[in-house]
């Protein structure tokens, strides 16, 4: 195990490097005018070139992305206009557009994306492993094919607007306005999760013991909840932490059609406003979430099932 994870350490590294490595190359073959942007359109030349010069917009990019590596492992300073600036390490930088630390506006983002993410992968579970145990029970009757649909309908759900509300201003308003867009992730999910557990158990209840089982005159309940169930368990706990892990970053259509100060919204808005540190720092936290739940998946599917063991 300790092996295994010192080695997932090593290419999660690896990984993150290339891919703030591969956004910088991107950012720079985009066409557009960084200081202009920045600036706005009322700026004149010479107040277009003080901010390129403050940004270090003029510097080689091979040069730019080595002091975002300084940054990150010792921290590096920052001009001001008027002085300079120290962001301690880790330092993602300055958000060209607001002047925050990023590791400030991605520490503000995260806990709006975790109260997402949280409260729609337990609806998830709950609405889709349900189903999937449902359908699998009463498969080849009605009752499963009505389940099948209610849930296919469920990625149809019409998108209404709430306000977010901070948890700690009023933990039942923050409650009642993430309640649709919580039933707006899971519906979707909770598809998948019913088709995979569904398809697990199936699994298990066609196979020679479970049938064996049959024969002796096991009751069908005992056979779904006792051997079926545990046949689809693994499955659905690998898929969960990779779930949870990218939808860190992956529910920026959720976050930016209700309105939720979350990560994902935060990358969309840095985008579109040029905003490359922001644009980096989201990009790096988002892949250590997936490199995370990617490890914590293979982990996890082994305390699942005892008949897989980890290269």
Not at 21 to 48: D, E, K
Not at 51 to 60: E, K, N, Q
Not at 153 to 161: I, R
Not at 165 to 189: H, K, M, R, T, Y
Request: glycine share 10%.
């Amino acid at each position: 195990m300790t092996r295994f994870l010192l080695r997932r350490l090593v290419g999660a590294l690896l990984v993150l490097l290339l891919l703030s490595a591969l956004v910088y190359a991107l950012f720079y073959v985009i066409p557009g005018n960084v200081a202009q942007t920045i600036c706005g359109p009322r700026c004149s030349p010479a107040q277009v070139a003080q901010v390129h010069d403050r940004l270090g917009l003029g510097d080689p990019v091979w040069a730019q992305y080595w002091h975002f590596l300084q940054g990150i492992f010792a921290g590096r300073d920052y001009s001001t206009g008027t002085g300079s600036e120290h962001c301690g390490a880790p330092c993602l930088g300055m958000s060209y557009r607001s002047g925050q630390p990023v590791t400030t506006l991605i520490a503000d983002k995260l806990p709006v994306s975790g109260s997402l993410v949280v409260g729609a992968f337990v609806l998830w579970l709950v609405l889709g492993v349900g189903t999937g145990i449902l359908s699998a029970w009463r498969r080849g009757r009605p009752t499963e094919r009505v389940l099948t649909g209610i849930t296919l309908a469920g990625t149809a759900t019409p998108v209404p607007f709430p306000t977010y509300v901070p948890f700690g201003q009023d933990p039942e308003q923050w409650a009642w306005n993430l309640v649709l867009p919580w039933f707006s992730l899971a519906l979707i999910e909770s598809a998948k999760y019913a088709r995979l557990t569904r398809g697990a158990m199936l699994e298990t209840l066609a196979e020679d013991h479970v049938r064996t089982f049959r024969a002796y005159g096991v009751s069908e309940r005992s056979l779904v909840v006792r051997h079926a169930l545990r046949g689809a368990r693994a499955p659905v706990i690998a898929m969960s932490a990779l779930d949870v892990g990218t939808m860190f970053g992956g529910a920026t259509l959720t976050e930016s059609l209700f309105g939720i100060p979350g990560l994902g919204r935060a990358l969309v808005q840095a985008v579109q406003v040029s905003d490359l540190p922001v644009v980096v720092g989201a990009v790096l936290v988002i892949g250590f979430f997936v490199v995370l739940a990617n490890a914590v998946a293979d982990v996890l599917y082994v305390v699942a099932d005892r008949r897989v063991t980890l290269a």
